[in-house]
Antibody, heavy 116, light 112 residues
């Protein structure tokens, strides 16, 4: 069974970097696409970007100057780094597998608060 | 960016009745390959989003046939027949036709 698990600090200071890890079991990240999505307080959801089976990336232009998605295929993990965070980056962050552009498996999410 | 407008914002439904959610796109969601990358997700309380429908009308594995997706171009609908208690939560439409991919604003389904 495919499982994804996010991990990382729940509190980040403004202007610092947010770094999250998505650990995948039951499926190789060298297949399909692997994305990051966040949900803000309230209901708003935002697609942040993905890394493909080949390692290519695509980012939401609204984040393009601050975001980086990388991977470690030996550990079957992929990572999110978001630089220069502000309080507006406070959200629950999810990683997900995208097969044929459909997010069929999701992690349980990690809540990140940006606060001094 | 493609804007997906979901209506209604919230929906209160009696168990066993039908619910209908609309998702209207600011651009056609038909891709150059002829496929329409429009999906529906449900986020139940305390859970992560789960895929219900992909490609407008295809139910994901394990999704009951009470969930029916339809539409084309810019207008899409999710119908839930015979609403059950486990259907409550927030429903989102999502498009992966145009970069950046975008979500609708969500529709909260409550049980009367």
């Amino acid at each position: 069974e495919v499982q994804l698990q996010e991990s990382g600090p729940g509190l980040v200071k403004p202007s610092q970097s947010l770094s999250l890890t998505c650990s995948v079991t039951g499926y190789s990240i060298t297949s399909n696409y692997w994305g990051w999505i966040r949900k803000f307080p309230g209901n708003k959801m935002e697609w942040m970007g993905y890394i493909s089976y080949s390692g290519s990336t695509s980012y939401n232009p609204s984040l393009k100057s601050r975001i980086s998605i990388t991977r470690d295929t030996s550990k079957n993990q992929f990572f999110l780094q978001l630089n220069s965070v502000t309080t507006e980056d406070t959200a629950t962050y999810y990683c997900a597998r995208f097969a044929g552009a459909a997010g069929d498996y999701w992690g349980q999410g990690v809540m990140v608060t940006v606060s001094s | 960016d493609v804007v997906l407008t979901q209506t209604p914002v919230s929906l209160s439904v009696t168990l066993g009745d039908q619910a209908s959610i609309s998702c209207r796109s600011s651009q056609s969601l038909e891709y150059s390959d002829g496929y329409t990358y429009l999906e529906w997700y449900l986020q139940k309380p305390g859970q992560s989003p789960q895929l219900l429908i992909y490609g407008v009308s295809n139910r994901f594995s394990g999704v009951p046939d009470r969930f029916i997706g339809s539409g084309s171009g810019t207008d899409f609908t999710l119908k839930i027949s015979r609403v059950e208690p486990e259907d409550l939560g927030v429903y989102y439409c999502f498009q992966a036709t145009h970069d950046p991919f975008t979500f609708g604003s969500g529709t909260k389904l409550e049980i009367k």
